[in-house]
């Protein structure tokens, strides 16, 4: 799998931002892989109404541009990695 360009630090449910709890978009041209290092969390997406619930061994993709907002469920732990590209290997939640 490809690298991304950025990462955030890892946070869990007390030390998620707020701003990531509340709609909120990557920049065009920017896809954000959501990765659940333990726990739950859900990934909402304000356009289709669809959410998904992440664990570590299904991570949320986030289409640039594409507005969502994230809602621990429990004791987690999390980090949003960045790429220019389409990553390899994770779908939307579209299938696609």
Known sequence: MDAPYRSTPVFDET????????????KPGVWGVIRVVEGALELRFADEGLSQIL???????????QPHWVTPIGRM???????????????????S
């Open 55 to 65: 664990s570590p061994g299904a991570p949320g993709l986030v289409l640039p541009d």
């Open 15 to 26: 030390s998620l931002p707020a701003a990531l709890r509340r709609e909120h978009r990557t």
């Open 77 to 95: 732990r999390m980090q949003v990695d960045f790429y220019d590209h389409a990553p390899e290997g994770i779908r939307d939640s579209a299938g």
